[in-house]
């Protein structure tokens, strides 16, 4: 039997970052310019070089060097050119002293991988104040018709107060100005990952 192309490893439904990058996959073009706010292996900054490469570019963050050294290594093994991404060992709060001032509402998408670095210690994780503080920023920054995606981790520590937060900011976002949308399983006794998209309306 073929696996069906939106299918999980398993053969189920997409994962929370594999519904994020479906849904990126959809949308972005060869000369956008994204951003990776949680670089961690490297993985989703690949995936978004892929969607954007040529002419685009790729700007990502985290506050461990490890995930900056991996990612970048990542991407040059790839065969994508030095010039084409900007890593920052940095938090993603710090988006708008570190992005060049005119790429304001001119991204075509942000992309959050919240939790830790795996394969890292634990006990580093993404901090609910301050991926709040860059979820705001995001949604300013991205340009109209542009993704906001988070995959979030209720099941570990630290990660079930940034999904209520998370949930309680998403739920008051003008309609006017935004979709928002909510992906999780709803029939696991577990706290699985779950997948926010923030869209934001074009003029």
Not at 124 to 132: G, L, R
Not at 168 to 192: C, I, K, S
Request: aromatic share 6%; net charge neutral; glycine share 10%.
């Amino acid at each position: 039997m073929m696996m069906p192309r939106l299918a999980s490893s398993s053969g189920g439904l997409p994962s929370a970052v594999r519904w994020s990058q479906l849904l990126l996959e959809d949308r972005l073009r060869p000369g956008d310019v994204v951003v990776d706010a949680t670089l961690g292996n490297g993985h989703d900054t690949l995936f978004l070089c892929r969607q954007v490469l040529p002419g685009g570019h790729v700007y990502g963050f985290d506050v461990q060097a490890a995930a900056v050294e991996n990612a970048g290594r990542r991407l040059l093994e790839a065969g994508v050119a030095a010039s084409d991404f900007s890593l920052f060992q940095a938090g993603h709060e710090t988006m708008p002293i570190r992005l060049p001032g005119a790429l304001r509402e001119r991204l075509a998408a942000v992309m959050f991988n919240l939790g830790y670095l795996p394969g890292s210690d634990k006990q580093c994780i993404t901090q609910t104040e301050t991926t709040m503080v860059a979820l705001k920023q995001a949604v300013e920054w991205v340009r109209p018709g542009g993704l906001v995606t988070v995959a979030v981790y209720p099941g570990h520590e630290g990660g079930a107060e940034e999904a209520v937060r998370i949930a309680e900011w998403a739920g008051t976002l003008d309609a006017r100005a935004f979709e928002v949308q909510h992906l999780r399983p709803v029939n696991r006794t577990a706290a699985p990952p779950e997948c926010w998209v923030i869209w934001k309306r074009g003029n």
